[in-house]
């Protein structure tokens, strides 16, 4: 995907651009920076739920998105929510929901399963969705050090496995070379993309 922005506000506070990013299969890169800088509302543009901005978004690549919440459906077994949103079959998504450590809990509802197994099983659907390019805001974030070790572990491998690019949305410097991602930095307002540290 190849994101040119030219400027994004709310109302008539502009918070990005100009800017620009590119990032394909195999890619890996985060973008850092200070609360409330424009991190998320980069990805929600990338992810083409925001199209209110100036600029053009190009690239057609399949897109996952895993958000900081697990958003999971509540009435929904835990496999059914790999497989409803995604339409991947029970057998990968199975397969996945093994790859994350959540063997056993396919029948399970997420009100019955920890912060950290429904973080997993987002983890898991987003890959049923065979992405490209994986979208990730804030992901490890309120997760216990050793939730979120094994979270961003987790994420790695999938990545490996799948060959899929990554935008890691986070404020967390040491994040990116956890994932052999490329950091960059938001900075200023409006916001432009620098070069991390
Ligand atoms: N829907 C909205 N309407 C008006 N202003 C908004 C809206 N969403 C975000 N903003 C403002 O835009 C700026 C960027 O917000 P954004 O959530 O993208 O920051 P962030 O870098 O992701 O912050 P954090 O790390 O705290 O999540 C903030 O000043 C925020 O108040």
Not at 14 to 28: A, D, K, S
Not at 36 to 45: A, E, P, Q, Y
Not at 89 to 111: C, F, I, K, S, T
């Amino acid at each position: 995907m190849k994101l040119d922005l030219k400027g994004k506000s709310f109302g008539d506070q502009p918070v990005l651009g100009p800017l620009t990013m590119q990032v394909t299969r195999g890619q890996r890169l985060a973008v850092l920076g200070p609360s409330g800088v424009g991190k998320s509302t980069l990805l929600r543009i990338i992810a083409g739920l925001d199209h209110r901005y100036d600029g053009t978004l190009t690239g057609g690549d399949r897109l996952a998105v895993v958000f900081q919440e697990p958003t999971l459906l509540p009435w929904r077994r835990a496999i059914e929510n790999v497989t409803i949103p995604t339409g991947c079959d029970a057998g990968d998504a199975r397969d996945l929901m093994e790859q994350v450590g959540l063997n056993g809990h396919e029948a399970h509802y997420p009100r019955q399963m920890s912060l950290g197994q429904q973080r997993r099983l987002a983890l898991a659907r987003a890959f049923a969705a065979r992405p490209d390019i994986l979208l990730m805001d804030e992901p490890f974030a309120s997760l216990d050090a050793e939730t979120a070790t094994r979270m961003i572990d987790l994420t790695a491998a999938l990545l490996d496995r799948s060959g899929a690019g990554l935008i890691l949305v986070t404020h967390d410097a040491g994040e990116p070379a956890r994932l052999g991602a490329s950091p960059v930095r938001l900075s200023g307002r409006p916001a432009t993309l620098v070069t991390a540290p």
